[in-house]
């Protein structure tokens, strides 16, 4: 509020006040609360009518957001019609000294018309000459227009009772529900809705008994229920009941399910007059809720061939606050007779080398920012009817806005797990049966391959035998299904590691197929023989660098380039003919990776390189 626009009439009344009590003197505030509390637009105009001050409650009733704004406007302007005329008379005879009034229209700042009760007053200095003047404006608006509405009373109340009773026929005849109204003891159809006429097909109905609109019903007991209600005078209710209507000529009845109220109508005296019935067909909904069932007994009927339980957890702040489980859950984790679920007991019976595995796969189902899945395998211990057995708890977490759970199965693995065992120790078995027979295939060729003219080739013959067992070792050791890239270099560069610091490998780790893995097996085998022998291997400054990158391109394919490459040895010079050694890598593994391979003799040292658009899986 500004101080210098308000300090004549704040004087003024301050000394009003004084008069009445002195300790009143200096209220300028409370001239200011007084403005503020006001409901009414309270404006203070400098002589020439242009705004210097509005009130609070002003402010409001002008949907003015900032006075700024409007500030030093002429304030006639704000008035339409008569009652711009009229605020500029009232403007000038307050600048005479005297009070006006008036009433007009004039539109918030936001655009909302209303209707104003104005007074103008003059705001004198000490030497009772105006200074300012002083506008408050009452919104009228409502008042006017009660009284508007108040002479038109009358003929809308007519209107309105016409309007009234055609809204409550046409809501009759759209209503969703089909209603039907019937009279006296033989139950004459009067007032049928579109809804009951849908239901019932085309078909006379109004003014014929109903026994012979729906002859059908007649043997389903429904005319029965109608006598009943009429007798009595007690409503009865039916849901999801079956009615067989035949809608159309010539055609067989249809089933329909419906929900439905009859009720007697009384006339003023109480007595029972004729049926008011009102209902819905549930047709959809009720086969919806019989297919439901027919799937929820499949389910249990998967579920006990399966033998899996069903267990549910309630889930509070990330803890499992109560559990419950079916029979067979109870049975299969180990429950007592009449014994309550609870978490903490149960979990309390998982074995303790598989407790961390179970608490981290339960945290990280229950996470909000996880995919909300369990699947986690545990034993559970021992007790005086059973013994230790695998338990499988598989899970995901629903939520909803007034729960979230953790609704999941579980089932007894245990046969499965002690065939996996089974499994395990044949496969042990196999595996150092292979190593005997590749140990004697290792013999027959070293007694077959006998003299000194053929040493070399029995050296190469062994040496490739233990690269292929090795090689047969990365597959036994990963369940037989794939072989680790890193792995399988390593193993077949470890004869030559005799000066580690020949080699630099490096690359993202993967795995590879059986085939890959034996084949990428004997080439590297022969690339660092053939090094050893004649490339940088053979020299003591000699290195091998053997990199591998895999880079996306899109779902379709994936590039994978693996490269050998020699520095510091003799000079390379072309071969006059291709060894086994070469068609190894040229042809073996370019078919095992799709892609190809290049042997690039230079100079400096040979350089080999695969390329293969063969994805590659990535190693865990």
């Keep these: 509020m500004d101080p210098a626009a308000l300090s004549p009439v704040a004087l003024r009344m301050n000394a009003e006040l004084a008069a009445a009590d002195p300790s009143l003197v200096q209220n300028a505030d409370l001239l200011a609360a007084v403005f503020a509390g006001c409901g009414d637009c309270i404006k203070i105009l400098d002589l020439d009518g242009h ?4 009130s609070d409650g002003g402010k409001q009733v002008m949907e003015v957001d ?12 704000f008035w339409s019609g008569d009652g711009n005329a009229a605020a500029k008379a009232a403007i000038a005879s307050a600048r005479e000294g005297r009070a006006s009034r008036f009433s007009g229209s004039a539109v918030t700042l936001k655009g909302s018309p209303r209707y104003w009760d104005v007074q103008v007053l003059p705001i004198v200095g000490a030497d009772g000459v105006p200074t300012h003047l002083l506008s408050i404006s009452r919104d009228i608006t409502e008042t006017r227009l009660a009284r508007q509405e108040a002479s038109h009373l009358s003929a809308e109340l007519q209107v309105a009772a ?24 033989h139950h004459v159809v009067k007032i049928v809705n579109n809804a009951f006429s849908r239901l019932i097909g085309p078909r006379p109905s109004v003014g014929r008994p109903f026994r ?21 005078g007690e409503a009865l209710t039916g849901r999801g009941e079956l009615i067989r209507l035949k809608r159309f000529e010539g055609e067989a009845e249809e089933d329909f399910y419906l929900n439905f109220v009859i009720q007697p109508v009384r006339d003023p005296q109480g007595t029972v007059t004729g049926l008011f019935i009102e209902g819905h067909d549930v047709t959809d909904l009720k086969r919806a ?21 069903v267990w549910e957890a309630v889930l509070v702040d990330g803890r499992i606050v109560s559990t419950s489980e079916d029979a067979r859950a109870s049975l299969l984790l180990g429950r007592h007779s009449g014994e309550h679920p609870v978490f903490e007991t149960f979990a309390a019976g998982v074995h303790p080398n598989d407790r961390p595995a179970f608490d981290l796969a339960i945290r990280q189902a229950i996470d909000p920012l996880g995919e909300g899945h369990l699947d986690v395998e545990y034993r559970l211990l021992s007790s005086e009817d059973r013994p230790e057995r695998w338990i499988q708890a598989r899970a995901q977490v629903v939520s909803d806005p007034q729960t979230t759970r953790l609704i999941g199965t579980v089932r007894d693995i245990t046969a499965i797990k002690d065939a996996e065992s089974q499994y395990t120790l044949l496969n042990g078995e196999l595996q150092h049966r292979i190593k005997n027979t590749l140990a004697m295939v290792s013999a027959i060729a070293s007694q077959t391959l006998k003299g000194d003219a053929i040493m070399e080739q029995r050296d190469t ?6 690269t292929l067992a090795h090689a047969h070792d990365l597959l036994m050791g990963e369940a037989q299904e794939k072989g680790s890239i890193r792995d399988v270099i390593e193993t077949a560069l470890a004869p030559h590691r005799a000066a580690a610091a020949q080699f630099d490998v490096s690359g993202p780790d993967r795995f590879l197929s059986p085939k890959q893995t034996l084949s990428l097996a004997l080439a590297i085998h022969e690339l660092a023989t053939n090094a050893a022998k004649y490339g940088a291997l053979s020299m003591p400054d000699g290195k091998v660098r053997v990199t591998w990158q895999e880079d996306a391109r899109g779902a379709a394919a994936q590039a994978f380039a693996l490269r050998w490459e020699e520095q510091g040895g003799p000079t390379v010079v072309q071969p006059t003919r291709s060894g086994f050694g070469s068609r190894l890598i040229t042809r073996v593994l370019a078919a095992d990776f799709k892609g190809e391979v290049r042997l690039d003799f230079a100079p400096s040292g040979l350089i080999c390189t695969l390329v293969s658009r063969f994805p590659i899986a990535q190693g865990s």
Aim: with cysteine; hydrophobic share 40%.
């Design 461 to 466: 013959f062994n040496a490739r035998l233990h």
């Design 162 to 185: 016409v309007r009234e009773a055609d809204s409550m026929r046409r809501l009759f005849e759209s209503a969703p529900s089909f209603l039907c109204t019937l009279e006296g003891p």
């Design 289 to 309: 809720e019989l297919a439901l069932r027919q799937r929820e007994l499949q389910l249990q009927l998967a579920l006990d061939s399966a033998e899996m339980g």
């Design 66 to 77: 900032d006075f700024d704004t409007i500030r030093s406007c002429p304030w006639p302007d």
């Design 212 to 232: 012979s609109v729906l002859p059908e019903l007649e043997s389903q007991q429904v005319l029965t229920l109608f006598d009943r209600v009429y007798a009595t």
């Design 51 to 54: 705004l210097q001050f509005m």
